[in-house]
């Protein structure tokens, strides 16, 4: 009888999520990413990434999104003489919810995932000597933000947060950093997905 009842209530649900997400279509895009990071050793960043978006429940959808960014290099840490760009890949998945109707005009969303990626320091070690450090840049990573869809594009914005405290040392300095955070801009061109 439990087995019945358990059955019962799956099926139930499953046909409300299949009705609920019916006005809803999957989606793919493609973006351009804009990135202000709120680090010395980073400037501004530029990237392109691909998302999905699958129904889940009337105003609900999950959503996935692979990129890469480029982040310009900035002034790098106290006694560098010169810092590398960032090349920077990401996966993030999470969920939106629309605040009107599906998939049209204002939504909230959050997602988590990684980023990877990595810089090189000069480091002034003397009159004549230079060293050169490279540290990993990335790791766990959330994201919260919003946007606004329309029939054929999604213009998003959020704030990233990215790893944690690292470290990074020649023979002479060490420098440690907190998590990198950035602000980003999304503008992606909408692709609907099956019928």
């Known amino acids: 009888m439990k087995r019945s009842i358990n059955f019962f209530v799956a099926l139930c649900a499953f046909v409300l999520i299949g ?3 019916a006005a809803q279509q999957m989606q793919a895009s493609a973006g351009l990413e804009l990135a202000v990071p709120f680090v010395n050793w980073a400037s501004f960043g530029v990237g392109l990434s691909g998302g999905f978006e699958y129904p889940v429940w009337e105003q609900i959808a999950a959503t996935g999104q692979l990129g890469f960014e480029v982040m310009l290099a900035g002034s790098g840490p106290d006694g560098t003489s010169s810092a590398s ?3 920077m890949g990401f996966f ?3 969920g939106k919810y629309y605040f009107q109707d599906v998939q049209d005009g204002f939504y909230g969303q959050v997602q988590l995932g990684f980023h990877t990626g990595s810089q090189k320091f000069k480091y002034n070690e003397g009159t004549i ?3 050169t ?5 990335g ?3 959330w994201a919260i933000g919003g946007g606004y869809q329309m029939e054929k594009f999604d213009i998003s914005a959020r704030l990233n947060g990215v790893g944690g405290r690292r470290s990074v040392a020649s023979s002479t300095y060490t420098y440690s950093y907190n ?3 950035y602000f980003g801009i999304r503008v992606a061109y909408l692709i609907p997905v099956g019928s």
Do not use: D
């Open 92 to 94: 993030q998945v999470g």
């Open 179 to 181: 998590s990198l955070f």
């Open 129 to 131: 000597y230079e060293s």
């Open 139 to 141: 790791g766990a990573s």
């Open 85 to 87: 760009n960032i090349g």
């Open 19 to 21: 009705n609920g997400a």
């Open 133 to 137: 450090v490279k540290q990993s840049v």
